[in-house]
Protein backbone atom coordinates (compact mmCIF):
# COMPACT_ATOMS: atom_id res chain seq x y z
CA UNK A 1 0.00 0.00 0.00
CA UNK A 2 1.02 3.43 -0.67
CA UNK A 3 -0.16 6.85 0.77
CA UNK A 4 1.04 10.23 0.74
CA UNK A 5 0.94 13.27 3.33
CA UNK A 6 1.05 16.92 2.87
CA UNK A 7 1.80 18.69 5.90
CA UNK A 8 -0.62 22.25 6.05
CA UNK A 9 -3.18 22.27 3.80
CA UNK A 10 -2.33 25.96 3.81
CA UNK A 11 0.81 27.85 3.13
CA UNK A 12 1.26 31.86 2.87
CA UNK A 13 4.51 33.08 1.73
CA UNK A 14 5.85 36.86 1.02
CA UNK A 15 6.98 37.68 -2.60
CA UNK A 16 10.76 37.20 -2.90
CA UNK A 17 10.61 34.48 0.05
CA UNK A 18 11.46 31.04 0.51
CA UNK A 19 8.53 28.54 -0.85
CA UNK A 20 8.67 24.84 1.46
CA UNK A 21 5.63 22.56 0.69
CA UNK A 22 6.05 19.44 2.52
CA UNK A 23 5.72 15.83 1.28
CA UNK A 24 6.11 12.82 2.82
CA UNK A 25 5.22 8.73 1.34
CA UNK A 26 4.80 5.62 2.61
CA UNK A 27 5.71 2.90 -0.06
CA UNK A 28 6.61 -0.64 0.23
CA UNK A 29 8.76 -0.47 -2.71
CA UNK A 30 11.15 2.31 -4.24
CA UNK A 31 9.05 4.82 -5.29
CA UNK A 32 8.28 6.96 -8.39
CA UNK A 33 7.19 10.77 -6.53
CA UNK A 34 5.68 13.53 -8.63
CA UNK A 35 4.62 16.91 -7.76
CA UNK A 36 1.80 18.64 -9.55
CA UNK A 37 0.40 22.44 -9.71
CA UNK A 38 -2.80 23.28 -10.38
CA UNK A 39 -4.14 26.39 -11.22
CA UNK A 40 -7.67 27.50 -10.42
CA UNK A 41 -10.38 26.27 -12.85
CA UNK A 42 -7.30 24.34 -14.20
CA UNK A 43 -6.31 20.55 -14.30
CA UNK A 44 -3.19 19.44 -13.14
CA UNK A 45 0.55 19.98 -14.21
CA UNK A 46 3.42 17.96 -14.15
CA UNK A 47 6.16 20.44 -11.95
CA UNK A 48 8.97 17.60 -11.52
CA UNK A 49 9.25 14.05 -11.05
CA UNK A 50 11.88 11.82 -9.21
CA UNK A 51 12.02 7.94 -10.97
CA UNK A 52 15.73 6.92 -10.30
CA UNK A 53 19.34 8.61 -10.42
CA UNK A 54 19.87 11.99 -8.30
CA UNK A 55 17.71 12.78 -5.60
CA UNK A 56 17.46 16.64 -6.58
CA UNK A 57 15.23 17.06 -9.30
CA UNK A 58 14.71 20.46 -10.72
CA UNK A 59 11.44 21.07 -12.24
CA UNK A 60 9.67 23.81 -14.06
CA UNK A 61 9.01 27.17 -12.74
CA UNK A 62 12.01 27.36 -10.47
CA UNK A 63 10.83 24.61 -8.16
CA UNK A 64 13.32 21.81 -7.35
CA UNK A 65 11.97 19.02 -4.37
CA UNK A 66 14.93 16.39 -2.96
CA UNK A 67 14.42 12.90 -2.47
CA UNK A 68 15.40 11.74 1.06
CA UNK A 69 14.51 7.75 1.54
CA UNK A 70 15.87 7.42 5.17
CA UNK A 71 12.92 10.27 5.46
CA UNK A 72 10.84 9.43 3.16
CA UNK A 73 10.74 12.63 2.10
CA UNK A 74 10.07 14.49 -1.47
CA UNK A 75 9.91 18.23 0.28
CA UNK A 76 9.06 20.83 -2.91
CA UNK A 77 11.15 24.53 -2.98
CA UNK A 78 11.46 27.42 -4.78
CA UNK A 79 14.19 30.17 -3.55
CA UNK A 80 12.09 33.21 -4.39
CA UNK A 81 8.30 33.06 -4.75
CA UNK A 82 6.65 34.17 -7.11
CA UNK A 83 2.81 36.22 -7.09
CA UNK A 84 2.32 33.19 -10.40
CA UNK A 85 3.26 30.49 -8.06
CA UNK A 86 -0.14 31.08 -6.59
CA UNK A 87 -2.02 27.95 -6.75
CA UNK A 88 -2.47 24.24 -5.16
CA UNK A 89 0.15 22.10 -5.10
CA UNK A 90 -0.18 18.20 -4.91
CA UNK A 91 2.54 15.49 -4.19
CA UNK A 92 1.81 11.60 -5.46
CA UNK A 93 3.38 8.60 -5.26
CA UNK A 94 3.32 5.96 -8.07
CA UNK A 95 3.88 2.30 -8.26
CA UNK A 96 4.60 0.04 -11.55
CA UNK A 97 1.22 -0.95 -11.39
CA UNK A 98 -0.78 -3.83 -13.52
CA UNK A 99 -1.33 -2.68 -17.40
CA UNK A 100 -1.44 1.33 -16.48
CA UNK A 101 -0.37 3.69 -13.50
CA UNK A 102 -1.68 3.88 -10.33
CA UNK A 103 -1.19 7.76 -8.53
CA UNK A 104 -2.03 8.08 -5.32
CA UNK A 105 -2.36 11.75 -4.21
CA UNK A 106 -1.92 13.86 -1.40
CA UNK A 107 -4.38 16.30 -0.25
CA UNK A 108 -2.88 19.20 -1.73
CA UNK A 109 -0.98 22.63 -0.03
CA UNK A 110 -2.70 25.57 -1.33
CA UNK A 111 -0.25 28.45 -1.41
CA UNK A 112 -0.83 32.12 -0.82
CA UNK A 113 1.38 34.83 -2.32
CA UNK A 114 1.72 38.11 -0.21
CA UNK A 115 3.17 40.80 -2.05
CA UNK B 1 -5.38 20.66 -29.87
CA UNK B 2 -2.99 19.55 -28.32
CA UNK B 3 -2.44 17.50 -24.84
CA UNK B 4 -6.01 15.98 -22.71
CA UNK B 5 -9.16 18.23 -23.74
CA UNK B 6 -12.02 17.94 -21.93
CA UNK B 7 -15.73 19.20 -22.88
CA UNK B 8 -17.83 20.61 -21.98
CA UNK B 9 -15.64 22.69 -19.54
CA UNK B 10 -18.76 23.46 -17.18
CA UNK B 11 -22.35 21.59 -17.39
CA UNK B 12 -25.18 22.31 -14.57
CA UNK B 13 -27.70 19.54 -14.73
CA UNK B 14 -30.70 18.70 -12.74
CA UNK B 15 -30.85 15.47 -10.86
CA UNK B 16 -32.89 13.46 -13.44
CA UNK B 17 -30.94 14.57 -16.68
CA UNK B 18 -28.60 12.14 -18.56
CA UNK B 19 -25.61 14.06 -19.81
CA UNK B 20 -22.15 12.59 -21.12
CA UNK B 21 -18.58 14.14 -20.51
CA UNK B 22 -15.79 13.62 -23.41
CA UNK B 23 -12.39 13.61 -22.83
CA UNK B 24 -9.60 13.29 -25.78
CA UNK B 25 -5.78 13.11 -25.21
CA UNK B 26 -3.40 13.46 -28.53
CA UNK B 27 -0.49 12.34 -27.05
CA UNK B 28 -0.43 8.96 -28.01
CA UNK B 29 -1.10 7.40 -24.71
CA UNK B 30 -2.87 4.31 -24.24
CA UNK B 31 -4.37 4.55 -20.60
CA UNK B 32 -7.15 7.07 -19.38
CA UNK B 33 -8.32 7.70 -16.03
CA UNK B 34 -11.53 9.70 -14.64
CA UNK B 35 -11.15 11.85 -11.44
CA UNK B 36 -13.02 13.22 -9.32
CA UNK B 37 -11.81 16.15 -7.55
CA UNK B 38 -14.15 17.60 -4.66
CA UNK B 39 -13.76 20.82 -1.99
CA UNK B 40 -11.83 19.54 0.71
CA UNK B 41 -11.22 15.93 -0.40
CA UNK B 42 -8.45 14.50 -2.04
CA UNK B 43 -8.15 13.41 -5.61
CA UNK B 44 -10.18 10.29 -6.01
CA UNK B 45 -9.78 7.89 -9.23
CA UNK B 46 -12.74 6.71 -10.58
CA UNK B 47 -11.61 4.55 -13.57
CA UNK B 48 -8.76 3.52 -15.25
CA UNK B 49 -8.66 2.21 -18.93
CA UNK B 50 -5.54 0.59 -20.40
CA UNK B 51 -5.55 -0.42 -24.25
CA UNK B 52 -9.61 0.25 -23.96
CA UNK B 53 -10.14 -2.23 -21.12
CA UNK B 54 -11.33 -1.61 -18.17
CA UNK B 55 -9.10 -2.12 -15.29
CA UNK B 56 -10.18 -0.25 -11.91
CA UNK B 57 -13.74 1.01 -10.75
CA UNK B 58 -13.20 2.45 -7.29
CA UNK B 59 -16.66 1.66 -6.21
CA UNK B 60 -17.80 3.88 -8.18
CA UNK B 61 -21.72 4.44 -8.11
CA UNK B 62 -23.53 2.75 -11.04
CA UNK B 63 -24.60 6.36 -12.17
CA UNK B 64 -21.66 6.78 -13.41
CA UNK B 65 -20.46 4.90 -16.69
CA UNK B 66 -17.53 5.07 -18.22
CA UNK B 67 -17.12 4.16 -21.57
CA UNK B 68 -13.94 4.14 -23.87
CA UNK B 69 -14.48 3.37 -27.58
CA UNK B 70 -10.74 3.83 -28.65
CA UNK B 71 -7.56 4.68 -27.11
CA UNK B 72 -7.95 8.49 -27.67
CA UNK B 73 -11.00 8.66 -26.20
CA UNK B 74 -12.84 8.38 -22.78
CA UNK B 75 -16.85 9.17 -22.05
CA UNK B 76 -18.18 9.62 -18.40
CA UNK B 77 -21.80 9.01 -18.60
CA UNK B 78 -23.72 10.58 -16.10
CA UNK B 79 -27.54 10.01 -15.07
CA UNK B 80 -29.70 10.68 -12.12
CA UNK B 81 -27.13 12.58 -9.80
CA UNK B 82 -27.42 13.20 -6.75
CA UNK B 83 -26.14 16.81 -5.67
CA UNK B 84 -22.97 15.13 -3.61
CA UNK B 85 -21.77 14.57 -7.35
CA UNK B 86 -21.17 18.08 -8.17
CA UNK B 87 -17.53 18.48 -8.10
CA UNK B 88 -14.16 18.72 -10.73
CA UNK B 89 -13.91 15.90 -12.76
CA UNK B 90 -10.63 15.28 -14.49
CA UNK B 91 -9.15 13.42 -17.34
CA UNK B 92 -5.88 11.88 -17.36
CA UNK B 93 -3.65 9.91 -20.09
CA UNK B 94 -0.27 8.13 -19.55
CA UNK B 95 1.67 5.28 -21.63
CA UNK B 96 1.18 2.33 -20.35
CA UNK B 97 3.65 1.38 -18.18
CA UNK B 98 4.59 4.82 -17.93
CA UNK B 99 5.09 7.56 -14.74
CA UNK B 100 3.50 10.30 -15.59
CA UNK B 101 0.31 11.17 -15.98
CA UNK B 102 -1.11 13.71 -17.99
CA UNK B 103 -4.36 15.50 -17.04
CA UNK B 104 -6.73 17.62 -18.63
CA UNK B 105 -8.55 21.10 -17.61
CA UNK B 106 -11.95 19.18 -16.34
CA UNK B 107 -15.40 19.56 -15.90
CA UNK B 108 -16.95 21.64 -13.51
CA UNK B 109 -19.91 20.15 -12.59
CA UNK B 110 -22.70 20.81 -10.72
CA UNK B 111 -25.97 18.84 -9.85
CA UNK B 112 -29.09 20.61 -9.08
Known amino acids: AQSVTQLGSHVSVSEGALVLLRCNYSSSVPPYLFWYVQYPNQGLQLLLK????ATLVKGINGFEAEFKKSETSFHLTKPSAHMSDAAEYFCAVSLEWGAGNKLTFGGGTRVLVKP | ETGVTQTPRHLVMGMTNKKSLKCEQH?????MYWYKQSAKKPLELMFV???????ENNSVPSRFSPECPNSSHLFLHLHTLQPEDSALYLCASSQKQGNEQYFGPGTRLTVT
Open chain 2, 27 to 31: LGHNA
Open chain 2, 49 to 55: YSLEERV
Open chain 1, 50 to 53: YTTG
